[in-house]
């Protein structure tokens, strides 16, 4: 069942939403961006002649109620987004008089789902190492699933449109569709198009394929590395990341970020590339600093002769020409993670280069795909938001996409 194919006319539909927008000092949306993302499901609902009933959660509290993070204070904003007035229910387990109220085009909004910590499905305030942990574990479950059938009683039909969730199995991302038949759940519109982005870099490729790999840390990338390895026909590795390469391959990186411990696998990962045929592309030299600040010394020093006392902070103009030449010409694009300390304006150059070329080979054809936290905020910094193919609303949902792993949260509607 897809969303376009089901009638809402008549009918209550719950709609998971990713609604964990950053707020400042007195509650005050500061980028609404995940909310405008919901807003094409949300609206064909309303415009069916279906009734809302709008799930999300917002930071971590735990399993406790805590003031500020009530979605209290996003339903005025909620409201003007939707054009038309929203009513909120402060318990979200105990919403079933004002879901039964809502009449055709009626919206409710529900208040922070992990304020439950059935919602999540984690014992709370027990060790993993105490003897009734397991026990524990499963009350916890059996309680997530009442949990879930709670809201599903709520309504007709389950729409999941929070692709950022679709990696945890919580009760309103993949348990509550247990109590769904499969013609009454599916994915929103924001899921689908997250979905069809991942496959268009996971099976739908066009070539040459160039992955690009930033961060700080090559253990948290390796599963997608990996992954990609396979696939790929250039994997450009940068960020922080280039000082382990460096030091593995017998380099001096100075004061440079090196996972000491994860030497061997650089070193693995270099061999991985050359036996399968893959252009690996690493940095060569690099903008090094002598302290971590955006008004530090600078100097363009090889990646592998970094100076004791200065460290590695942005990819160097050769490297960005070698990454460049890597980007241009491919057909498909994934970037994740930035090539510097894109934070500070004066290390910006690697991965605004990265950006640029990006922009260039999709206006020439290609299929771009930003993914993570930081790659949408460079693209965004940088105003060419507008110039690739698509941004995803998911970083952990999409790493874990990309490396091959089943999304409960997608699986469950398959399923």
């Known amino acids: 069942m897809t969303i376009n194919d089901y009638k809402f006319a008549g009918q209550k ?39 809302l009933i709008i799930m999300s959660h917002m930071g971590k509290p735990k399993g406790k109620v805590k003031a500020e993070l009530s979605l209290g204070q996003i339903k005025d904003a909620v409201a003007a987004a939707l054009g038309t007035g929203v009513k909120f229910a402060p318990d979200c387990a105990k919403a079933s008089d004002a879901a039964a109220a809502l009449k055709p085009g009626e919206v409710l909004l529900l208040e922070n789902l992990r304020f439950y910590p059935e919602e999540e499905g984690k014992p709370v305030g027990i060790d993993k190492e105490d003897p009734a942990y397991e026990d524990a574990k499963k009350a916890m479950k059996a309680a997530q699933k009442e949990f879930a059938k709670t809201l599903a009683s709520y309504a007709d039909c389950y729409v999941n449109d929070a692709f950022g969730t679709a990696h945890r199995k919580h009760a309103s991302t993949a348990v509550i569709a247990d109590y769904f038949d499969k013609d009454h759940k599916m994915l929103g519109y924001l899921m689908e198009k997250e979905v069809q982005a991942v496959d268009n870099i996971l099976s739908n ?13 090559v253990s948290t990338k390796i599963g997608i590395i990996e992954n990609l390895m396979d696939k790929v026909d250039n994997l450009i590795l940068c960020g922080g990341m280039t000082y382990t390469f460096a030091k593995a391959q017998g380099g001096k990186i100075g004061n440079s970020i090196c996972e000491d411990d994860k030497l061997q696998l650089a070193l693995d990962i270099i061999e991985q590339a050359k036996a399968k045929g893959v252009n690996l592309v690493l940095g060569s030299d690099c903008v090094a600093a002598d302290a971590f600040s955006n008004d530090a010394h600078t100097q363009v020093v090889p990646a592998n002769e970094i100076p004791d006392g200065w460290e590695g902070m942005d990819a160097g103009p050769e490297t960005r020409k070698a990454f460049a030449q890597a980007i241009e010409g491919a057909k498909t694009i994934l970037w994740n993670g930035p090539a510097g300390v894109f934070e500070f304006d004066n290390f910006t150059g690697g991965s605004r280069a990265i950006a640029e070329a990006i922009a260039k080979a999709t206006a020439n054809g290609a299929y771009s795909l930003i993914g993570g936290g930081d790659s949408v905020a460079c693209i965004n910094k940088f105003g060419m938001a507008d110039k690739v193919s698509y941004i995803s609303t998911g970083g952990g949902a999409l790493l874990e996409a990309i490396e091959g792993k089943v999304l409960p949260g997608v699986a469950a509607i398959n399923d």
Request: hydrophobic residues 40%; positive net charge; aromatic residues 4%.
């Open 205 to 217: 490729i066009h070539r040459p394929f160039t992955a690009i790999m930033g961060g700080s840390k």
């Open 13 to 51: 539909a719950i709609v998971r939403v990713d609604f964990n927008v950053p707020l400042d000092s007195e509650g005050k949306i500061t980028d609404d961006t995940r909310i405008r993302g919901a807003l094409p499901t949300l609206k064909k609902i309303l415009a069916d002649g279906g009734s």
